[in-house]
């Protein structure tokens, strides 16, 4: 059975603006929080706005795409939550412990959306840039068509999302209990780390999963449905 492609994928997001997010999701707030206290502000108050002002960035770039999805929502509830969290008073332990509770939140997200949500956080996050590269490898349709089509192409990104929601959830734990036991001006600069070593982790083992899935070959028994007779009896028998 052939198909084909009839919807445009959706733009890959540049590797320049995937570095400039980087910096100012990750990185900023760390610098930030460490300037701020070099000038002799108090912990709160350097916590306080080194979470703001990047949210605040945050903001602007989502009202720049002017286009509102899964994902868009999803970064909308996450702002709107951190600057929740950022207005109550409490104490430093309290405003360095937020980055815990707030990914325990994604975490809940991603594992809410598997049975919830029109289509899984991690086929959201992940089709920008794989979608372009397995249609190199020869993979038939674009994703939308997969996903009607293919119950195991489903259920791959649902495990993946499972994965991402558990891993995020043993984040968010440790999060916490580096908050409320670490010394205070250490917590920020184990944060952007310890987002790294979850990232690489997570990603290391999806792709582990993508690859014995067939995910990745266009020639594998997931997509078989796709492939016409002629290209099915070949890849049987090859």
Do not use: C, K
């Not at 929080?33 to 703001?52: D, H, K, N, Q």
């Not at 104490?91 to 980055?99: G, I, N, V």
């Not at 997969?146 to 558990?166: E, H, K, N």
């Amino acid at each position: 059975m052939t198909t084909t492609r009839t919807t445009a994928a959706p733009p890959q997001q540049s590797g320049r603006q995937t570095l400039i997010n980087l910096v100012t999701d990750l990185i900023l707030p760390v610098v930030l929080y460490y300037v701020l206290r070099s000038t002799g502000m108090g912990i709160y108050a350097s916590l306080l706005i080194s979470a703001a002002i990047p949210a605040a960035i945050a903001i602007v770039r989502l009202i720049r795409t002017r286009h509102i999805d899964g994902l868009a929502v999803y970064a909308v509830t996450v702002m709107v939550l951190g600057a929740i969290v950022s207005l109550i008073a409490g104490s430093p332990r309290f405003m360095l412990a937020r980055e815990g509770w707030l990914t325990g939140f994604t975490g809940l997200w991603f594992l809410i959306s598997v049975g919830f949500g029109r289509r899984p956080l991690a086929f959201l996050y992940s089709r920008p840039f794989l979608e372009g590269r397995l249609t190199r490898r020869g993979v038939p349709g674009d994703w939308d068509q997969l996903w009607t089509q293919l119950p195991g192409f489903r259920r791959i990104w649902r495990i993946a999302t499972v994965m991402w929601g558990i891993g995020l959830l043993g984040d968010a734990v440790l999060r916490v209990l580096m908050a409320y036991t670490l010394p205070v001006d250490t917590v920020p600069a184990l944060s952007t780390p310890l987002y790294t070593v979850t990232s690489v982790v997570l990603l290391f083992a999806t792709n582990i999963y993508y690859r014995f899935a067939g995910l990745f070959d266009g020639r594998s028994a997931l997509y078989a449905s796709f492939r016409d007779p002629g290209e099915q009896s070949a890849a049987d028998h090859g």
